[in-house]
Every structure is written in C-alpha cells, then in structure tokens.
C-alpha cells in the first residue's frame, strides 16, 4: 500500500508532465489512441465517481457556516469565465466551433485538481472543496444556460440535452461513489490511495483521445486555440484573485478563489462537446487544450504561493487539511 501511495503522490506532483506526455504521444501517433474517442464519458464518470467516494458531509459545512466566501467565488466562476470567454471568442474572430469551444470551457464548473493545487498553495483549502462542490451541483442548471446564452450565436445548443449530459456523466457518478463511501467505508478507505492515479491516468487519456481525434485540426490551427485558453486561464485566475482583495477578503482565500475561477473542469467541457456537437469536432478543442494547461498554470501558481510567506494575522482556515483525492 505504501508503494500505491507513493506512485499516486507522483502521479499528483507531476500530473501536467503526465498530460503533456500522453498528448505528444497522441499527436506523434494518433492510430494508437484514436479508440479513446469512444471512452471519454466514460472516463470522465470515473473521475466523478472518485470524487464522490471522497466527498463528505463537511465539505459542504462551509456553505452554511460562513457562505460569502464561498458565494463570492462560485458567482466569480460563473461570471468571469463565461465573460472572459466570450470576450476572447470575439477579440479574436475565432472560428464558430472554437467561439463554443472556448466559451463551453468558460461555463463548466471547477476543476477537481484545483483543491490539491490550492493546498499545495497555503490556501484555503476547506473554501476551494466547498466551491468545487457547490459549482458542481449547479452545473446541471447554469452550465446549458450560459453556454445558450452565450454561444448560441455561434452554434446550436440544445439547453436541456446538457442538462441531462451533466447530470449523467457528474451527478449520478458523484452521488453513487458519495453512497457506496457509506456503505463500505472501510474498503473505500483502503483503496483511497488508487483514487488520485486513476483520476490523473483518466484525464490524461481523455486529452490523448481528443488530440488523437484532432490531429490534422490542431496542426492547422493549434496556436490560435493555444493563446485562447492561455489567455482563458490566466485572466481568470488574476481577476478570480482580485475579487478577493475587492471583497476584502485574507490572502489564503483569495489564493483559494483565484485556483478555483481559473481552473475549470475542462474535461467535462470535452465530453459535452463530443457529445453534443460531435457534427463539429473543433469544439472539443478548447477543452482538449484547457485539460493540460489549467493543470500546468495552476501547479506554477501553487508552487509560487507555496514559497510566499503569509501573515500569521490572517485566518487559516482550512490550511491544515489533507487532501486524499
């Protein structure tokens, strides 16, 4: 079990190499990954699943106990990056499938790595899984609405389609691996260790598939979707972090708030797309794009907070928490 822990502790610390590695090897050789196409919902719902064995009660206690912190952040994600999004699909002319692309990145919810990197980043961790969690369960309803309001223009989007997609491929797997974590928690306790590699060999494969899918449409146009969510991700983790010093709220929240609006959950973006605007393969893109550079952005940011002292005036809340999935 050790020997687990220690190979699912790697597979965190370097989960952005792992990404680019299986994407350079998808675009060297397409005809070895191209299959995965066929599994990234799957894949996606295993990481649900995992997450829902380790979410608890007291991840959500936050809401209650002091909500403004974590109301503040999630209306941020769900302004700033659709916002941001449509403003960049505009900025720069992009081409339909990629404006939806882009702004599909923009609605989804947060990310399940952003609680890892905003531990790793002396944050507020027990703020970042009670954002995560609480975008999340709102995704089924503000997700389709956003992207129908806003991507509308550019491409067909069928609100209640998603609706369900959603509430398939994230709730039902979170809500089933939240019930069998009650039933048998002495097993899932045990096997906990595994939880952290599979999500980061599945989010992996989903990006090797969809860069294997792609591989002429990337070569054609990679740098314009390359800047678009570069420009994406950094935007929204600076104006996530300025909201918490707007709202005059301690240093470790706003590291907390910044992860958490920046860092979205791209892969459910990829399977959205595949799903729902499979006639238009370049949607999917953005999200292919976004898997491996949000978990690259955000590691360098973490690491970098990492080493900046705080004021031990501040509260820390949630600092002394540990991550397991």
Known sequence: MNLVNQISTLANKYFSVISILFAIAAFSWPEQFVWLGSYITTLLMIVMFGVGMTLKPVDFKMVLTNPKPVVVGVLAQFTIMP???????????????????????????GGTSSNVMVYLAKGNTALSIAMTSLSTMLAPILTPTLLYFLAGQWMPVDPMGMFVSILKVIILPIALGFVIQKIIPNIVEKGGALLPLISVIAIALVCAAVVSGNRDNIASSGMIIFVSVLLHNILGLFIGYLVGILMKLDTETRRAISIEVGIQNAGLGVSLAKTHFAASPLTALPGAVAVTLHVINGSILASYWSRKEIDKKESSVGKDIKITG
């Open 83 to 109: 916002l941001l999004a449509l403003g960049i699909a505009i900025l720069l002319n992009l081409p339909p499938e990629l404006a939806a692309g882009i702004i599909l990145v923009g609605c989804v919810p």
